[in-house]
């Protein structure tokens, strides 16, 4: 038999994430029904509010879904209660690397992409739209990515923030 | 400092249960207050303001000869009214009371601080005494009160408690807005739960209206001002013209056919068109016409004349000016009601107002009613279709901390018999209601929602969804996770009803201003005591009777009404109003006649008047309210409030500025 516990996930979240309480949700799903992270994800954002509050962040972390998130911040604009589970994803994120759980290897490849290149990838000719279809970025009438003059002063910048090299 | 007549007084100090004695020491108070001045005998008792309790104090003031009473209890909101009563039971001027609030000032909000909170309740009972030896008895203030009611709105508890004042013998004046009276409940089909023809069980209380000998009805008019208090308002109204006599027609409904034009109908919620000369309803009360000055192509080009042409009776008028009607009154109920939340603008993200196939609850209502701009039959406003896949969405704005934090209480009820007139109506129809928690706590309303969430096509869905879209065929779509099957769905209704949050009327919020009645952060009027006296307001001789007072459904709505009819009967009934007599008094031998409190008393209630010469402040004790603001300004200490005069709060200042 399971058991809802306090952990000090939840007080790591509740320090990340300031106003926007997870314990304020009343699961009326309307984070989920609009998110597109959702539609391939097991873990649903309201499922991830309403675990986090019960003390099983940790399943949570272990779970695709904090990775999944495409932080378009629909779930925040509408939250109904403003708890925003795109705040409690992030808190998650930070909790996760700092216990040491590694992301999927997409994403460490992304995150070190930005590192030597500046962008996700080193030339981003199309955009994933929410039916994950690749649209190239021309047809939208969108310009292309423009890389950093310099990257060194880049790299500067981005490590003054803690952006690290994953490896 | 002097003191008149020796002072005794009784200190009685409250463990309210354990409210006051788990956290103040309330023997402790009791100790220190016996060696205060002029304290004859201090006490204490679990509840002081039970009959064993007030009988100590009864008892002590006949056999000890005492003369000034301190309770040391709760908020005097709650109890003066009782402690004063005791004290004339025993024979005392009941103004000879001061109390001492050691319950929400000390034990409720220092809790965890029991040491300073019994610290704070001594010097609080200190400050009560150093008043109370000052106390002087007063004369409560007596005035007849006007027997004749006014009610605000004429929806269903307006019409309700106009009807309770009649039949009790005494004169309502009914004002309503609209041209008919009926508001909201006149729009509706049927109503939950039992699926009455809501017209029918209507239209009768409002012909009786009309009828009754003891109710004035003023539709199409406006309260434009409202001075006086308890027991005698005077109120202006402004009666908009018609420009049709209403001693002359008929009703016979000629003008209406033969008018030309046409314009949305407000009453159709702008789905249907009305003439421009109409009956906002067939069954409208009175069952006279309005001429819309606006859209009168007479009044804009000087041409047309039809309806006078027509009007067998001779009955249109086009000289007809605004009247202004002035009446007396006793009481006063409000009943303005409600409006629906404007989502059109406040949230497009479910296309209300973008896709004519997203309607509102209220706007199904009159699509589904006989009298409604499809004759009853269901058709869907885009293309006049019958919609065969309904989706329905609850607590759209309610329940929101972006928009309405409040549950509507009829939303989920209304969706329910709406899904019942769906199917009802168009047998292969399938409808999916879109839930948060399903609200069904009336009576009978479970029975109700068991009965249509037994039938084959009526789905319901724990979720709610965050979007709706259209595609470029005009067709409705939309994703919600269904908590319950745990799957996402998508949905592609030909109709959308949104089951929107209600607002309060927005003329409401002027007419609280006016009445200095207080609103709740929502808008909605705030009542005295939520729980014990829901129908009362912050003002005397006010009352509040429907979705005024917050959402709630009908059966709760004529509850209330005719609650706030019996309050405003029992006033009329004793005929004399009686007030607290902490009002301001002018000292005219100090008065310099300056001014300066005439123009600053919020209420009117000082006049400046000729003597000797030059002038001085005189106040009308009926308008003062006690606020005080004029003896704070007055700068030759002219002026005073009675029961709060300088004599009496300096040493009570004095006590808590110098601790003990
Ligand atoms: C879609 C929907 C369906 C519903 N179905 C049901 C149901 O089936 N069963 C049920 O029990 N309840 C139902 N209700 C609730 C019901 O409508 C209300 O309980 C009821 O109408 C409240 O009556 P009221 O008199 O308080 O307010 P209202 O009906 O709003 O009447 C207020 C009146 O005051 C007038 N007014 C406003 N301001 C002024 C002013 N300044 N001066 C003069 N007059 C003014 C208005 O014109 C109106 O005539 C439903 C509500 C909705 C939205
Ligand atoms: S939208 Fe907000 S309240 Fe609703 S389930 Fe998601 S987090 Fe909870
Ligand atoms: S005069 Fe005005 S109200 Fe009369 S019929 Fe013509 S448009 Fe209609
Ligand atoms: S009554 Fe139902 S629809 Fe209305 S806000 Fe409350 S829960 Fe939502
Ligand atoms: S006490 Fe207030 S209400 Fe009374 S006369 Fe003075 S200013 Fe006016």
Redesign the pocket.
């Known amino acids: 038999m399971q058991t809802y516990a306090q952990t000090d996930i939840l007080d790591a979240v509740r320090g990340v994430i300031g106003d926007h309480r997870p314990e304020a949700c009343y699961q009326c799903m309307k984070c989920t029904s609009g998110c597109p992270a959702a539609k391939v994800s097991e873990y649903k954002p309201h499922m991830m509010v309403i675990l986090t509050k019960a003390g099983l962040a940790e399943e949570v972390m272990k779970s695709g879904i904090i990775w999944a998130c495409s932080m378009c911040l629909k779930c925040k604009e509408y939250c109904p209660q403003d708890v925003a589970p795109f705040d409690v994803v992030t808190a998650l994120k930070n909790v996760a690397i700092s216990k040491g759980y590694r992301p999927p290897e997409m994403l460490v490849g992304m995150s070190n992409n930005v590192l030597d290149y500046g962008c996700i990838m080193d030339k981003p000719m199309t955009i994933t739209t929410t039916d994950f279809e690749e649209v190239s970025r021309k047809s939208l009438g969108l310009p292309d990515i423009v890389h950093p003059k310099d990257m060194e002063q880049f790299k500067k910048t981005v490590a003054r923030f803690g952006f690290r090299r994953l490896s | 400092m002097k003191v008149a007549e020796e002072p005794k007084v009784g200190v009685y100090v409250c463990h309210c249960g354990v409210n006051i004695a788990s956290v103040v020491n309330v023997k402790a108070v009791v100790e220190y207050a016996s060696t205060l001045p002029n304290v004859e005998v201090a006490k204490d008792y679990p509840f002081m303001c039970s009959d064993p309790g007030q009988n100590i104090v009864i008892e002590d003031i006949k056999s000890k000869g005492l003369n000034r009473i301190v309770v040391a209890s709760c908020s005097p909101r709650m109890h003066e009214p009782t402690f004063r009563k005791a004290l004339e039971r025993a024979g005392l001027n009941p103004y000879l009371l001061e109390m001492a609030n050691i319950r929400e000032h000390c034990s409720w909000v220092h809790e965890k601080q029991p040491q300073e909170a019994t610290e704070k309740a001594k010097d609080l009972v200190a400050a009560a005494v150093a008043k109370a030896r000052m106390l002087k008895p007063l004369e409560t203030i007596k005035m007849p009160a006007v027997k004749r009611a006014l009610v605000?709105?004429?929806?269903?508890?307006?019409?309700r408690a106009a009807l309770d004042i009649a039949n009790s013998g005494f004169e309502v004046y009914l004002?309503?807005?609209?041209p008919s009276?009926?508001?909201?409940?006149?729009?509706?089909d049927?109503?939950?739960?039992t699926l009455d023809c809501?017209q029918c069980i209507l239209t009768p209380m409002m012909v009786e209206v009309a009828q009754h000998p003891n109710i004035k009805l003023l539709t199409y008019?406006?309260?434009k001002s409202i001075d006086g208090s308890v027991g005698n308002f005077t109120v202006k109204i402004l009666k908009k013209p018609r420009y049709v006599k209403e001693d002359v027609c008929t009703g016979c409904g000629v003008c209406e056919q033969k008018c030309p034009y046409t314009v949305p109908s407000e009453f159709n919620l702008g789905l249907g068109k009305r003439k421009v000369i109409y009956f906002e309803f067939p069954q409208a009360v009175p069952l006279k016409p309005v001429l819309d000055r606006e859209n009168c192509v007479y009044f804009k080009k000087g041409t047309c004349r039809a309806c006078e042409k027509f009007c067998p009776t001779k009955a249109i008028d086009y000289t007809q000016q605004p009247q202004e009607i002035t009446v007396d009154v006793g009481a006063i109920i409000l009943?303005?009601?409600?409006?629906?939340y404007d989502v059109k603008s406040k949230m497009p993200e479910y296309r209300y107002g973008l896709s004519k196939n997203v309607i509102?609850?209220?706007e199904?209502?009159r699509l589904t009613s006989a009298t409604g701009p499809t004759k009853g039959h269901i058709l869907r406003p885009g293309d006049k279709k019958e919609p065969k896949d309904v989706a329905i969405i609850l607590c759209v704005g309610s329940r929101d901390e972006k928009h309405l934090d409040y549950c509507?209480r009829?939303?989920c009820?209304?969706g329910i018999?709406?899904a019942y007139y769906i199917v009802s109506h168009i047998p292969d129809a399938r409808v999916t209601i879109c839930y948060t928690d399903i609200r069904a706590f009336?009576k009978g309303y479970e029975d109700f929602y068991a009965r249509i969430r037994s039938l084959d096509n009526v789905q319901f869905i724990r979720g709610r969804p965050m979007e709706v879209f259209e595609d470029s065929n005009g067709s409705l779509y939309f994703d919600v996770f269904d908590q319950n099957t745990n799957r996402l769905i998508r949905l592609n209704p030909d109709l959308v009803v949104l089951?929107?949050g209600?607002v309060p009327?927005p003329?409401?919020e002027?007419?609280a201003t006016v009445l200095k009645c207080s609103r709740g952060p929502d808008g909605f009027a705030l009542e005295l005591h939520p729980k014990l006296r829901p129908t009362e307001t912050s003002v005397d001789g006010v009352f509040l009777?429907?979705?005024?007072q917050g959402?709630?459904?009908?059966?709760?709505?004529v509850a209330q009404?005719g609650a706030a009819a019996a309050s405003a009967i029992a006033l009329l009934s004793r005929g004399e109003v009686e007030s607290v007599p902490n009002v301001a008094s002018v000292n005219q031998e100090l008065c310099s006649g300056c001014g300066v409190c005439e123009p600053i008393c919020p209420y009117t209630a000082i006049v400046l008047e000729a003597r000797n010469g030059g002038r001085v402040a005189k106040v009308e004790a009926t308008k003062c309210k006690g606020c005080g603001a004029c003896a704070a300004a007055c700068p030759s200490g002219a002026m005073t409030q009675l029961g709060f005069e300088d004599k009496q709060i300096i040493p009570q200042l004095e006590v808590l500025a110098k601790g003990r």
Do not use: W
């Open positions: 605000i709105g004429g929806g269903v508890a307006g019409i004002v309503e807005t609209r009276i009926g508001g909201n409940m006149a729009r509706l049927k109503t939950f739960p809501s008019s406006e309260v009943a303005t009601g409600y409006g629906l509102t609850g209220l199904l209502e509507c009829f939303g009820v209304a018999k709406h009336g089951e929107t209600v009327d003329s409401f002027q007419i009777a429907g979705v005024v959402p709630k459904d009908i059966p709760d709505t009404a």
